[in-house]
């Protein structure tokens, strides 16, 4: 079964730090593009940040530039999010998904999500 899976989300003050990863299950994330993505109760998914399959183009949505760094190591089949200066309205359940491109959107491949809760 080809599935992503996240981890790293948490409780953490505003201003605060949390690095995110994204781990691939039954297939290897070399190919494809890798999107973070969050989305609470009751509002509409958002698109955080992209980083295609070679790890060279990177894209975030202006909400999270210059906080937020996703990276990619191949070798260990995972994607990161690196997120500094958290605000409040950083909250919510993050999931990351699989497509060819960034530019696409067939994505697939969702994982269970990790919650990020920004309070003080």
């Known amino acids: 079964q080809l599935q992503l899976v996240e981890s790293g989300g948490g409780l953490v003050q505003p201003g605060g730090s949390l690095r995110l990863s994204c781990v691939a299950s039954?297939?290897?994330?070399?190919?494809?593009?890798i999107g973070w993505f969050r989305q609470a109760p009751g509002k509409e998914r958002e698109g955080v940040s992209c980083?295609?399959?070679?790890?060279?183009?990177?894209n975030y949505a202006d909400s999270v530039k210059g906080r937020f760094t996703v990276s990619r190591d191949n070798a260990k089949n995972t994607v990161y999010l690196q997120m500094n200066n958290l605000k409040p309205e950083d909250t919510d359940v993050y999931y990351c998904?699989?497509?060819?491109?960034?530019?696409?959107?067939?994505?697939?491949?969702w994982g269970q999500g990790t919650q990020v809760t920004v309070s003080s």
């Open positions: 039954g297939f290897t994330l070399d190919y494809y593009a």
């Open positions: 980083i295609n399959s070679s790890g060279r183009s990177t």
């Open positions: 998904a699989a497509e060819l491109y960034c530019s696409g959107s067939n994505w697939g491949s």
